[in-house]
């Protein structure tokens, strides 16, 4: 059967699950929404109700085990963009793009998707005619084919292969080759050559883009000369790890020559070749990567706003509120280097001429093209990403704002904590009931919740998203809802706020925003959730962080030498 | 589509080592029942068959069947159930676009799966009854899983179980299985499976293709040079011996995901080995449309073609993808159709599902049109499955979901019947379905959703 049942366990999460159908622990307890990963059982469970479940640990960690144990290996398949990062760096830039299975994101992250998913048989096929079309074009054109092979083939089978695909396997298993497949691959070389030594090469280079052992990153790991009682990543799967988790990528060949000297088994080679390839440009890209999935930005590529009801909102305004969170999180990670839980409250950020227009604020030199640094107002109602113009669009709705929607996200993401879904029998439609009296947004959700089904999650959800109600649709900022006064108090877990600038400072103390950053990271980072026998790493991975004052690379840095990301446990039933 | 003339798959490799071999061509011919189909179905007019599903979004305008909020909310009332039941019924107003193709339906059949507690979205229709349709069980036990997103199903769907089905294709399976197409490629959200109908097992969705162009090029291309493509075949071997290796070190369900992976690219291996075995008169290269009527009209063509030269007899066809938000705004339906369900607007979402009838009248059409040498259409070999995902959108009623079969499936279903069970086994179409396919069916449906029974008077 498939592995959700480990993909089940929360980890780390803090499950509200049960404290949704509480009417009391929610609000009264100082841990109101934590209950461990494992009296929760899955991220899936809707609350059962049960009240031994709720409340009662003081640490989303509570029950995890003493001593850390290597969960069990998974068999991540390339995502989409991996793939093409790997055909460039095996077969340069500027060849076409050929279309691919699309990624599922389970949990947010697509290394999930591609630890879990199966591929379908239109994927396979597609590799197979990539596979082809790639080596195609690269061994039709002579300059292409010499650049890469770096000598020219006599006859098939002869030296100049051999080295070559010494090399290129080496570099598309990330792993010398075996001799097996040595032999299998200069095999394939001479018998489909036909004569010509080039088209045996392209053969073969389209048969290694085809095999598992390319399109898998097979990390199964190997005895441990430290601990018996455990495996750990060969040198060459660390430096697998090590790029794509920071890379998106494969490994270059000074990473692969690190891990065929050793080095990646020692905590000083493993951090000078992080820092090496965090120097990169291709981290920033990776990283990106990773904090649009987290932030779920995705979402802001499919908002829609009639530019009648909003003439502010024009056709290129999602993309300007995606870089300007792009920007904002380069900054925190490169240019200072700084508590990137700042995202949450800074009021540094950058603004082209269209979002100065939207926050009503002055930004020198920012055109439609050009985005300036600037600093929010001290005394404005913007600080955070959760006060800009992604977050706060891309959780509404296309007339009237979501407070479920926005609490849900801070929730969710921002703290790591499950929301349910409603039950299916619920109608959740919030439209123009006509029983109701009620006038905004607010009054229409407070009615709702008069619902005791309703109750247990939104008041749980909608208090912290209250907060947001200054902020209509698309962010701007506003004093009436539907013609009345907009009442912007709310609380999280019981401490009142009011306005989301509350919410900032809230959360720049809050443990729990650290906290979830590790997890996010390390379910992106490993493809899957956290194991219940790995708490006792990521509990020391967030003491790390919290001494790093927060700061990302940092927390990358203390990842990749973390014994959690380091070692592995046997394949069960192989 | 008279011009389109069934050719037999024949191994090009086969054929090519003859030709090397000097040995005569035809003694390495498919055996006789592929190369005479046509003669063969004049004696035995449902071999064969051809499977079909035709899946649209958010079930049908909702009515006072489907719960007291919904007929408080119903100005027109139940526009889908005729008004007459048995056979040569009188067709309700958005059957009418069928009507032509004698079409027979089944109402008041709803999902019996058990929803266990805590339920984890079991009971929601776009899930229950979504799931049900297609697989006949219930989704994960994990249910809606959450916040994944994910919706996965325990088994194959109804397409996927038949195209894998020994007693459907027994030795000689179609250059392709299945052909997994769509047409609205508005998805109800990004979280991955919620864009496919088809699933060959448990997350393992099919997707469908979009593209007019990809689909002619998958059916109808062939490679000029057919010595490069007997190479591609042949360094499919040497791939699989690549993977030998890896399969004994796996376990669990990284085992299971690489045997998929190598089980399809068998499966890709055999259809290049046959893949200069297309039709023999080949249709003009597609356009391409916005509109789901339009690129219905491109898509089917292609598919009637391909089911009538015999590249395949499996196929599902998403007009529109499970709690779509297309925005049908040329009916001047100005928010995503879901929204609109929701928002309860009666008049919006009959025309758009009147629209979304125009569409699949307009794929029947293509298989009406499609006839063999002996005159036997496509659609007379057929069934073809009409689903959706509940009965309604407003409140996600899974009561009197929407089923409609179309086609003969060469004489095994009687068309233009009206079989009524208020309250029956939404399962029971899924016997009926493979009985006439001449699967042995004793029982289908899980977790609750058994049963032995088929639709009487539709099977024939």
Redesign the interface.
């Known amino acids: 059967m498939v592995r959700f049942p480990r993909l089940g366990i929360a980890g780390a999460l803090l499950v509200l699950a049960s404290a949704c159908y509480d009417d009391n622990s929610a609000r009264d307890s100082d841990q109101p929404a934590s209950s461990s990963g494992e009296s929760a059982g899955t991220d899936a469970t809707v609350g059962s109700g049960d009240p031994t479940d709720t409340g009662g640990s003081d640490s989303d960690s509570g029950d995890s085990p003493e001593a850390f144990e290597p969960a069990e290996p998974v068999l991540p398949r390339l995502t989409a963009s991996q793939y093409r990062n790997a055909i460039a760096h095996l077969l340069g830039p500027g060849l076409p793009g050929l279309p691919l299975e699309p990624d599922t994101n389970p949990y947010l992250f697509y290394n999930i998707g591609a630890t879990s998913t199966f591929i379908s048989e239109l994927g396979v096929q597609q590799y197979e005619e990539a596979a082809d079309a790639l080596a195609r074009a690269v061994f039709t054109d002579q300059a292409r084919r010499e650049a890469l092979v770096g000598c020219v083939p006599l006859s098939p089978g002869d030296g100049c292969v051999q080295n070559f695909l010494a090399s290129f396997g080496r570099r598309a298993y990330r792993r010398p080759l075996t001799g097996a497949e040595q032999a299998r691959w200069t095999d394939v070389a001479t018998q489909l050559a036909e004569g010509d030594a080039w088209r045996g090469l392209q053969f073969a280079v389209a048969g290694v883009l085809q095999s598992p052992h390319f399109l898998y990153r097979v990390e199964l790991g190997e005895p441990d000369p430290n601990d018996p009682t455990r495996l750990r990543f060969t040198g060459w799967e660390m430096a697998t790890r090590l790029s794509f988790l920071l890379w998106n990528g494969p490994p270059d060949d000074v990473l692969l020559d690190a891990a065929g000297s050793g080095d990646l088994h020692t905590e000083a080679g493993l951090v000078a070749e992080a820092e090496r390839l965090l120097e990169d440009p291709r981290a920033r890209v990776a990283l990106q990567e990773f904090f649009a999935q987290y932030l779920d930005l995705a979402r802001l590529d499919h908002v829609a706003r009639d530019p009648a009801r909003w003439p502010m909102f024009s056709p290129t305004m999602t993309a300007s509120m995606r870089t300007e969170v792009q920007l904002l999180v380069d900054d925190l990670i490169h240019r200072s280097d700084s508590d990137i839980r700042q995202l949450f409250s800074t009021r540094h950020t950058f603004v082209n001429a269209e979002l100065a227009a939207l926050y009503d604020i002055e930004a020198e030199g920012a055109s439609p093209i050009t985005f300036v640094p600037v600093d929010l107002p001290v005394d404005g109602p913007r600080a955070g990403i959760l006060t800009l113009g992604a977050f706060l669009t891309m959780n509404a709705h296309e007339t009237i704002t979501s407070p479920t929607n926005r609490g849900k996200y801070v929730r969710e993401r921002v703290l790591c904590q499950v929301i349910p879904p409603p039950p299916g029998d619920v109608d959740t439609d919030l439209g123009d009931d006509e029983d109701m009296d009620a006038q905004t947004v607010r009054e229409k959700l407070e009615q709702h919740q008069k619902d005791p089904v309703c109750a247990g999650c939104h008041s749980i959800i909608d208090p912290p998203g209250f907060l947001f109600e200054h902020f209509d649709s698309v962010g701007g900022y506003r004093t009436l809802d539907n013609g009345y006064p907009v009442d912007a108090s709310g609380n999280l877990d019981g401490i009142p706020l009011d306005g989301a600038r509350d919410l900032a400072e809230a959360l720049k103390t809050d443990p729990r925003v650290g906290r979830c950053i590790v997890n996010q990271l390390y379910r992106h980072a490993t493809g899957r959730l956290p194991a219940l026998s790995e708490f006792p790493a990521l509990d020391a991975l967030e003491q790390r962080f919290i001494k790093a004052d927060h700061r990302f690379k940092q927390l990358l840095l203390d990842l990749v030498v973390s014994e959690a990301f380091r070692t592995v446990s046997e394949e069960t039933d192989a | 589509m008279t011009f389109l003339i069934r050719k037999p798959p024949i191994s090009r490799r086969t054929v090519l080592r003859g030709a090397v071999g000097g040995a005569a061509v035809a003694l390495a011919l498919p055996p006789l029942e592929a190369m005479f189909a046509e003669e063969a179905r004049a004696a035995d007019p449902s071999s064969d068959p051809i499977f079909g599903l035709f899946y649209w979004a958010n079930g049908v305008p909702w009515h006072a069947g489907h719960g007291a909020?919904q007929g408080a909310n119903s100005p027109g009332g139940d526009v889908w159930t005729p008004p007459t039941l048995g056979a040569d019924f009188t067709p309700s107003p958005l059957l009418t676009p069928l009507a032509a193709h004698k079409v027979s339906v089944a109402t008041g059949l709803e999902p019996k799966t058990e929803v266990p507690q805590?339920?984890?979205?079991?009971?929601?229709?776009h899930?229950?009854g979504f799931m049900v349709a297609m697989t006949g069980d219930r989704i994960?036990p994990?249910?809606?899983?959450?916040?994944?997103?994910?919706l996965?199903c325990l088994r194959p769907t109804l397409d996927q179980y038949i195209a894998g089905h020994e007693q459907f294709y027994g030795n000689t399976p179609s250059r392709f299985?299945s052909l997994?197409l769509g047409v609205s490629e508005a998805r109800f959200?990004?979280?991955?499976?919620w864009?496919a109908i088809s699933f060959?097992?448990?997350?393992?969705?099919?997707?469908a293709?979009h593209s007019p162009a990809?689909l002619y090029s998958m059916l109808f291309d062939v490679p000029a040079d057919l010595?490069a493509l007997t190479?591609?075949v042949?360094?499919?071997d040497?791939?699989m011996?690549?993977?030998e290796?890896?399969r004994?070190?796996?376990?669990?369900?990284?085992?299971?995901?690489?045997e998929?992976?190598?089980d399809?690219?068998r499966?890709?291996q055999r259809?290049?080995d046959l893949s200069s075995g297309t039709c023999d008169i080949i249709p003009a290269a597609p356009g391409d449309s916005a509109d789901v009527v339009a690129r219905t009209d491109i898509m089917a063509g292609l598919l009637a073609a391909a089911l009538n030269c015999g590249l395949t007899r499996v196929f599902s066809f998403m007009l529109s993808s499970p709690a779509t938000t297309h925005v049908f705004n040329n009916l001047g339906v100005p928010?995503g159709m879901h929204q609109v369900c929701?928002?309860?607007q009666w008049e919006h979402v009959r025309s758009i599902t009147e629209y979304q009838m125009l569409a699949f009248a307009r794929l029947l059409d293509h298989l009406a049109a499609a006839v063999d040498p002996m005159g036997v259409s496509v659609l007379d070999r057929a069934c073809v499955y009409g689903a959706s995902e509940y009965g309604e959108g407003y409140?996600?009623s899974t009561a009197e979901m929407p089923v409609v079969l179309a086609g003969g499936a060469g004489g095994k279903l009687v068309r233009g019947y009206h079989y009524r069970e208020q309250g029956g086994n939404l399962c029971k179409v899924h016997v009926t379905i493979l009985r006439a396919l001449g699967i042995d069916t004793p029982s289908y449906g899980f977790n609750g959703g058994e049963t032995t029974e088929h639709l009487t008077g539709i099977l024939a």
């Open positions: 909020d805590p339920d984890n979205g079991q009971s929601d229709g899930m229950r994960r994990e249910g809606f899983d959450h916040p994944s997103h994910t996965t299985r997994c959200h990004d979280y991955g499976h864009n060959t097992g448990p997350d393992s969705p099919v997707g293709i990809q010595m190479r591609r042949t360094l499919i040497a791939v011996a690549d993977a290796g890896l004994g070190r796996l376990g669990g369900t990284d085992k299971q995901r690489l998929a992976h190598l399809h690219l499966e890709v259809r290049l928010n929701h928002d309860g409140k996600h």
